[in-house]
Nanobody, 123 residues
């Protein structure tokens, strides 16, 4: 299996927290940055956060900055997205993917997408 696998989604009230995990198989993902994207019903997929292989560089969409934190454990080849102060507008399917080229902010720079995990935030 070469696709990453997301988990940790669910239903939470506004103001609550969730932590998403993304686990990937070793050789294909070692040495690469990883990113999280999301897609709400009727909307295009949008960038959420990304992290370099070393973890030394992180990138966030303005809409989540200060509320979400991306991190990774390279020994486990797992990337996390800690989501705090969730809002109803954060409701979406969240995907992780391997960054291979170009900007971290655009999905054209990513390959190997997971199946996604649903996050629903109730008001």
């Amino acid at each position: 299996q070469v696709q990453p696998v997301e988990s940790g989604g669910g239903l939470v009230q506004a103001g609550g927290s969730l932590r998403l995990s993304c686990t990937a198989s070793g050789p294909i993902f070692s040495g690469y940055g990883m990113g999280w994207f999301r897609q709400a019903p009727g909307k295009e997929r949008e960038f959420v956060a990304a992290i370099s292989w070393s973890g030394g560089s992180t990138y966030y969409a303005d809409s989540v900055k200060g509320r979400f934190t991306i991190s990774r454990d390279n020994a486990k080849i797992t990337v996390y997205l800690q989501m705090n102060s969730l809002k109803p507008e954060d409701t979406a399917v969240y995907y992780c993917s391997r960054h291979f080229s170009l900007s971290y902010y655009h999905d054209s720079g990513y390959d190997y997408w997971g199946q996604g995990t649903q996050v629903t935030v109730s008001s």
